[in-house]
């Protein structure tokens, strides 16, 4: 029993020990990697500057590659490529403040991402930002910025402004996104709603990951019951940031007013049935095929709950030896009407 105890400790002991030497690297890595940055940021400011006061052309980044890879042989970073990139680095974030409190914080080869895809700087930053608080690899950030993302984030049509309270309301409306790319589901533009939604729940990752950071995945065809009848909720998440359920309907058509009111309703449940008192109000999503911005402002103007709505995109064209594989839309109808009965 004695050894035992001693056993249970020492593996306590050694778990404890582990965690913080993992805590070490990791912090290790981190200041390392600002170190590296800080220090690319600075050799990019003197060839610069050489350059401006000395006239110096760009021969002088082919003798800083010789001598310096010759200086430090266990240095990798000093190639003529690598030397341009610290010297565009530089030119494009002239603070080194912003260095040393932002950037520094994401990997060097992020940054040489941004600055060959990307010229705008204020769309370079909202990576940057992104990047840190989500822990992207590089190849997620890459497929972020071939998604546009800076360009959706934020664009959905919302009420949120007058149905939430600040800074609630701010958070919510840069949650949401406008238009949702679902490019990793292998499924025809005409798909039922209940395709895709099996489509997005087998592949929740991805889905999660173009819906943003904080959201937990609670269920798919969420059942409520209202004065003894059954309703179904496509897609139920759980926002941790925003501390509130997050409801997703799918409309594979245009949308339509009495969306609205469905999702309205659906709220007003989520409210009574599910709601913690500590949490926020709760939030819809309605994601449709196309959408009238006019029509849809004015659907959302009077609506008691906050709702927000945006379009979605499937894979853009399809093989023509895939398509004519593709179930028809009787097909479909057959597989979703059995799927239907059996929930």
């Given at each position: 029993m004695v050894a035992q105890v001693i056993t249970q400790d020492y593996e306590k002991f050694l778990e404890d020990l582990k965690n913080r030497v993992a805590l070490s690297r990791y912090k290790a890595a981190r200041t390392v990697n600002r170190e590296l940055i800080l220090l690319y940021h600075h050799i990019g400011q003197q060839i610069l500057q050489k350059q401006r006061d000395q006239g110096w052309g760009s021969k002088i980044?082919?003798?800083?590659?010789?001598?310096l890879s010759k200086a430090f042989p266990e240095m990798k970073g000093f190639s003529v490529a690598n030397l341009h990139n610290m010297r565009r680095f530089a030119e494009l974030y002239p603070n080194s403040g912003f260095i040393q409190q932002v950037a520094?914080?994401?990997?060097?080869?992020?940054?040489?991402?941004?600055?060959?895809?990307?010229?705008?700087?204020?769309?370079?930053?909202?990576?940057?930002?992104?990047?840190?608080?989500?822990?992207?690899?590089?190849?997620?950030?890459?497929?972020?910025?071939?998604?546009?993302?800076?360009?959706?984030?934020?664009?959905?049509?919302?009420?949120?402004?007058?149905?939430?309270?600040?800074?609630?309301?701010?958070?919510?409306?840069q949650t949401l996104k406008d238009?949702?790319?679902?490019?990793?589901?292998?499924?025809?533009?005409e798909a039922h709603e209940r395709e895709i939604e099996k489509g997005l729940v087998s592949h929740i990752e991805r889905f999660i990951m173009e819906l943003g950071g904080g959201f937990a995945f609670v269920?798919?065809?969420?059942?409520?019951?209202?004065?003894?009848?059954?309703?179904?909720?496509?897609?139920?998440?759980?926002?941790l940031k925003l501390r509130c359920f997050v409801a997703i309907e799918l409309k594979a058509v245009e949308f339509e007013p009495e969306h609205a009111g469905k999702m309205n309703f659906y709220l007003s449940a989520i409210d009574d049935l599910l709601k913690h008192p500590t949490d926020n109000p709760s939030i819809g999503l309605i994601l449709c095929k196309t959408k009238d911005q006019v029509l849809a402002e004015y659907a959302l103007r009077d609506m008691?709950?906050?709702?927000?709505?945006?379009?979605?995109?499937?894979?853009?064209?399809?093989?023509?030896?895939?398509?004519?594989?593709?179930?028809?839309?009787?097909?479909?109808?057959?597989?979703l009407s059995k799927d239907y009965s059996e929930n």
């Open positions: 980044i082919q003798n800083l590659s010789k001598d520094g914080e994401l990997p060097w080869y992020h940054h040489v991402v941004l600055m060959e895809r990307l010229k705008e700087e204020e769309a370079r930053i909202f990576y940057i930002q992104n990047a840190i608080e989500y822990g992207w690899s590089r190849a997620i950030m890459i497929h972020q910025i071939e998604l546009g993302l800076h360009k959706r984030q934020g664009k959905a049509v919302t009420n949120f402004d007058t149905k939430l309270a600040s800074p609630t309301s701010d958070l919510a409306n238009p949702y790319i679902f490019d990793f589901l292998s499924i025809s533009k269920g798919r065809q969420y059942h409520l019951t209202v004065s003894q009848k059954d309703y179904y909720i496509d897609l139920l998440f759980y926002h008691n709950k906050p709702i927000g709505l945006a379009e979605y995109r499937l894979t853009e064209a399809l093989p023509e030896n895939i398509k004519t594989e593709l179930p028809t839309i009787e097909e479909l109808e057959k597989v």
